[in-house]
């Protein structure tokens, strides 16, 4: 199954060499926010609306080493967090846009 991220260019880029990527949110909230394909651009419309560049991270979910837990967020819409750094080499794809 694949999720998706949405990334900062500059914090994914400060993260390139290591094999682990720290969102903001892990620090703050204890895990990574992450959507489901048919989420993603709500998201990106409620969040990143204007923000400029964005990258969005496509997530093999088989391959993540942390917790993936799926729960209540947004209006109580279910979505996908990661409970701890992002194994890069989870990473399928990733798709720079201009928002």
Known sequence: MNIFHIA???EWENARDGSYYH???LQTEGFIHCSFS???EG???RYYRGFGRILILRIRTEQLDAPLVVEPSTGREPYPHIYGPL???AVAEIIERQV
């Open 23 to 25: 969102a903001k949110s």
């Open 43 to 45: 998201v990106i419309e």
């Open 87 to 89: 194994l890069r080499s």
């Open 8 to 10: 900062i260019p500059e």
């Open 38 to 40: 048919d989420q993603l």
